[in-house]
């Protein structure tokens, strides 16, 4: 089992970049996939990107391709998301979440333990 708190949200202007943060206790970080999935108010939660367990594959939406990047330190047990070139689409509650095997998805359906969240909100 793994906890997962995420850090970094905040009030940003649309052009701006944040990076949001991961923390994860637990036994073997390094055998969960991560993912990152963000919910607007009245819409459903969407993926964002994923990183697989050594953090050589990621994944992205299409909407933030170019523009955000997932990393991750195993000796740390955090993983990252940078965002570039924020747009108030951008404006969202973001999740991070854990899957126990090495292979990422992009479902939410896919992870089995989520953080509580850090919004992000993105002015014009």
């Known amino acids: 089992q793994v906890q997962l708190v995420e850090s970094g949200g905040g009030l940003v202007q649309a052009g701006d970049s944040l990076r949001l943060s991961c923390a994860a206790s637990g036994r073997a970080f390094s055998n969960y996939a991560m993912g990152w999935f963000r919910q607007a108010p009245g819409k459903e939660r969407e993926f964002v990107g994923c990183?697989?367990?050594?953090?050589?594959?990621?994944d992205y939406a299409d909407s933030v391709k170019g523009r955000f990047t997932i990393s991750r330190d195993n000796a740390k047990n955090t993983v990252s998301l940078q965002m570039n070139s924020l747009q108030r689409e951008d404006t969202a509650v973001y999740y991070c979440?854990?899957?126990?095997?090495?292979?990422?998805?992009?479902?939410?359906?896919?992870?089995?333990?989520w953080g509580q969240g850090t919004q992000v909100t993105v002015s014009s």
């Open positions: 990183i697989n367990w050594s953090g050589i594959s990621t």
């Open positions: 979440a854990a899957r126990p095997v090495s292979k990422a998805y992009a479902s939410r359906y896919e992870y089995d333990y």
